[in-house]
């Protein structure tokens, strides 16, 4: 999110490739932003970007570049891609501008086209890969981007075009950037050659030119047996597709086929283009294309719980903060998480960074709303009965907002304390049971084998006893959390993972008799979240190679992961190689360690999290390359798939 002195106005540049800038995306812009500072350009040239592009980045600072961004338009597809080149080419840290891409609407309208008809397509099917597509007349701007984005999901497409040679070009081309082999180039000039690109496809997308009628009835009846979802872009009569009216949404125009004709789809395109310009607007920098709108097109129409049928319960959603920036930042992301809808705030404890009761002092003062809590502290380096004073006073505070995250601690930590982690499952059962008691009010008297109580109490009498989350990993103080705590926090990302956690929480909520579905297990994750698939993976790497070096032998070997090339991450780490380190991170650690990707990424995987009972999903670090954006983008993206 652009946090930038308000005196800054926004300012949106349209480079458009025609001779007269397009009125339809310039009015859309300033229904949005009234107060924006509008500038067009029309008949523009690669060769003119540069100049415009960094005669906008300087006069207003970095914190200007912020508030200005660009809009890529126009009717010459190539010459925009060409522009976009230049563009990322003129500028330069800090001088990032953010870009919309969407030449003759195209990224919009393809995302809006496919999102809609995969949303209808998954009712009767709600598994896209390995599903079979026709995209007729595929070589233009719409079709090309529907082709792109269908074969991104898994399925099997059929290009169609009067040009054999110009179709196999694009399918060349996508196959390529997706490395796949899903698209295929097919003749779609003859009735009979259209009949024969339908044949086999559950979807058929019409996205020929205005005025071209591409499907007749009569080829659906002889060839579409198959076909259960049909969308059409095409407004201007004839329209694409016989029998299809352009208002229909949805409906069963030929028996046993769904439709979704052009105005219907333009509704929709007019609703991504809004939100693709308030991302691009709303955060710091980025390319804002097709990918993008096609995201935000899953959040606005595929069906809210279409990707949660057997997860029975609506997750929590909490966020850990790592205080290692200055607390004013800190605080603007804990807001952002909290106006983004996230349930919790878990602040790390470790004695080198910021203090968390300060930090949690201050985020309690700057929100009104969210929970917040430590996570986890331990009670090795902070004597419970410290712990039970700080969370009363905090709770008391915050308006009884708060919950404890309590572990053993971190043995590298705590051994550079001089601190030896000497029996932590008891350490942390006493601790809980001392926490609990100083918190009903009572004179405590506790002869432990860690902790040896005489007579403590407090001296005021808190007004609740917040819920106690305990950390845990290996199998005994799993069980153990089962048996006493209120949630657990399980650091891991997979869901090899959760299958052991979650039996074992059950172990030990059956054996103390605890129903448990009262606890709530919560998936401590290591998130790492971005539009751009590859960077948030490459951030990913930065908290993976910590943990890869960091983990248990049985963990490594649950996923997978030879215990050598664990062996050579750590020696790169306590070198300080740590390029070396992050370099040496896989895609199978990455995915065994972490939830990264684009938001529908995350979506997909917390999805299967919860199928096997987790309750409760905490995006830990790194979060993601841009932590501001990423919070925005989870509070956009994702969070709304479940809610
Ligand atoms: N609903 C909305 O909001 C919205 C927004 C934007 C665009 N649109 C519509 O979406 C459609 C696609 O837009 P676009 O810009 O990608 O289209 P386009 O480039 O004008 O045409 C797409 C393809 O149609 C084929 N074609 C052209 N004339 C044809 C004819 N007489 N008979 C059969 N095929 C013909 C061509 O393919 P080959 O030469 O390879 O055969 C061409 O590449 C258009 O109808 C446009 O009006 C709708």
């Known amino acids: 999110m652009v946090h930038v002195p308000s005196s800054l106005r926004n300012v949106i540049i349209f480079l458009d490739t025609d001779k007269h800038a397009s009125p339809f995306d310039l009015l859309t812009a300033s229904d949005l932003y009234p107060d924006a500072q509008m500038l067009y350009y029309s008949n523009v040239e690669p060769g003119d970007t540069r100049k415009i592009i960094q005669d906008a980045m300087f006069p207003r600072g970095p914190d200007g570049a912020k508030k200005t961004k660009v809009f890529i338009g126009g009717y010459d597809v190539e010459k925009a891609n060409q522009i976009l080149a230049e563009t990322k080419k003129a500028m330069f840290k800090p001088f990032e501008l953010g870009i919309i891409v969407d030449p003759r609407g195209a990224s919009t309208t393809g995302s809006a086209v496919v999102a809609r008809v995969l949303n209808l397509y998954r009712r009767s099917n709600p598994n896209l890969k390995g599903s079979s597509a026709t995209v007729l007349a595929a070589t233009g701007p719409v079709g090309r981007v529907a082709c792109h984005l269908l074969a991104s999901e898994g399925i099997q497409v059929r290009a169609t075009s009067r040009s054999l040679e110009k179709v196999n070009g694009l399918a060349d081309k996508i196959n390529q950037d997706l490395n796949t082999n899903l698209v295929e180039g097919t003749k779609g000039q003859t009735q009979e050659e259209i009949g024969k690109a339908v044949q086999d496809s559950e979807i058929i997308i019409a996205a020929g030119a205005a005025g071209a009628q591409l499907l007749s009835l009569d080829i659906l009846k002889n060839y579409g047996g198959k076909c259960r979802v049909v969308g059409d872009v095409n407004a201007i009569p004839p329209l694409g597709v016989e029998g299809l009216k352009s208002t229909d949404d949805g409906v069963e125009f030929f028996p046993g086929v769904r439709g979704i004709g052009a105005l219907a789809i333009g509704a929709s395109k007019n609703k991504i283009e809004a939100e693709l310009f308030r991302r691009a607007i709303d955060m710091t920098k980025g390319v804002f294309d097709h990918v993008v709108a096609y995201e935000i097109s899953k959040s606005l129409f595929m069906e809210k719980g279409g990707r949660l049928p057997e997860a029975a319960v609506k997750p929590r959603f909490g966020m850990e903060f790592v205080p290692e920036k200055a607390i004013d930042k800190m605080i603007s992301w804990v807001k952002m998480a909290e106006d983004g809808g996230f349930d919790n705030v878990w602040v790390t404890d470790h004695y080198n960074n910021r203090n968390v009761y300060m930090l949690l002092t201050a985020i309690a ?106 950390g845990a990993q290996g199998p005994k103080l799993l069980e153990l959390a089962g048996a006493i705590a209120d949630g657990v926090l399980i650091n891991a990302a997979h869901p090899r993972d959760f299958v052991f956690a979650v039996e074992q929480i059950k172990k030990g909520a059956r054996t103390a008799g605890r129903d448990h579905s009262q606890i709530d297990i919560v998936a401590y994750a290591s998130v790492s979240v971005d539009y751009e698939s590859k960077k948030a993976r490459k951030k990913a790497k930065e908290v993976v190679a910590f943990i890869v070096a960091g983990s248990p032998a049985e963990v490594l070997k649950r996923h997978d992961i030879s215990p050598e090339n664990a062996s050579k991450i750590l020696a790169h780490l306590e070198k300080g190689a740590f390029g070396d380190a992050f370099d040496s991170i896989t895609d199978q650690m990455l995915d065994s360690f972490s939830i990264c990707g684009r938001p529908s990424d995350i979506v997909d995987k917390i999805d299967e999290i919860l199928k096997i009972g987790v309750t409760q999903i905490v995006i830990g670090s790194p979060i993601g390359p841009n932590k501001a954006d990423a919070i925005y983008v989870l509070s956009k993206d994702v969070l709304p798939h479940f809610r």
């Open 365 to 470: 003062l700057n929100t009104k709303t969210i929970t917040i809590g430590t996570g986890v502290t331990n009670p090795f380096h902070i004597n419970p009965a410290w712990t039970a004073s700080a969370l009363a006073t905090l709770d008391e505070l915050s308006g009884n907002r708060t919950i404890l995250g309590i572990g053993p601690g971190d043995v590298t930590t705590l051994r550079s304390l001089g601190i030896a982690q000497e029996k932590p499952l008891t350490a942390v059962k006493e601790s809980i049971e001392i926490i609990k008691k100083l918190w009903k009010g009572e004179t405590v008297q506790f002869d432990g084998k860690v902790f040896s109580v005489k007579g403590a109490r407090l001296n005021y009498k808190p007004k609740r006893s917040p819920p106690i989350y305990m």
